[in-house]
Nanobody, 128 residues
Framework: QVQLVESGGELVQAGGSLRLSCAASGRTFNPYRMGMGWFRQAPGEEREFVAHIRWIDESTYYADSVKCRFTIFRDNGKILLYLQMNNLKPEDKAVYYC???????????????????WGQGTQVTVSS
């Protein structure tokens, strides 16, 4: 079982920056995973796609709402995922989750059901 633990969420002023981290541990059953992603969920909202990185070539994909502000990247030597968030807005306030997509069998990288493993989430709060 893959364990994912997010960290780095905190209170930040609008226009500020944060970097979230996601560390993986436990058994890895598919070293050639499809990719990893970040999602977020605000109270009363559906879980929303934020960003995805394809593992084999580090191609990246972003929700329109975060393009040009957020950057997803990974440590090349181990399964360690980051989300650099710049120019944060109040609407970015949410619990942020990292997720692992071992393969494409469950669905698209843009949908929560496309992922097999999830972290517990880290709270990001943006003040006006």
């Amino acid at each position: 079982q893959v364990q994912l633990v997010e960290s780095g969420g905190e209170l930040v002023q609008a226009g500020g920056s944060l970097r979230l981290s996601c560390a993986a541990s436990g058994r890895t059953f598919n070293p050639y995973r499809m990719g990893m992603g970040w999602f977020r969920q605000a109270p009363g909202e559906e879980r929303e796609f934020v960003a995805h990185i394809r593992w084999i070539d580090e191609s990246t994909y972003y929700a329109d709402s975060v393009k040009c502000r957020f950057t997803i990247f990974r440590d090349n030597g181990k399964i360690l995922l980051y989300l650099q968030m710049n120019n944060l807005k109040p609407e970015d306030k949410a619990v942020y989750y990292c997720a692992d997509q071992p393969d494409s069998s469950r669905g698209s990288y843009r949908m929560p059901n496309g992922y097999s493993y999830w972290g517990q989430g880290t709270q990001v709060t943006v003040s006006s």
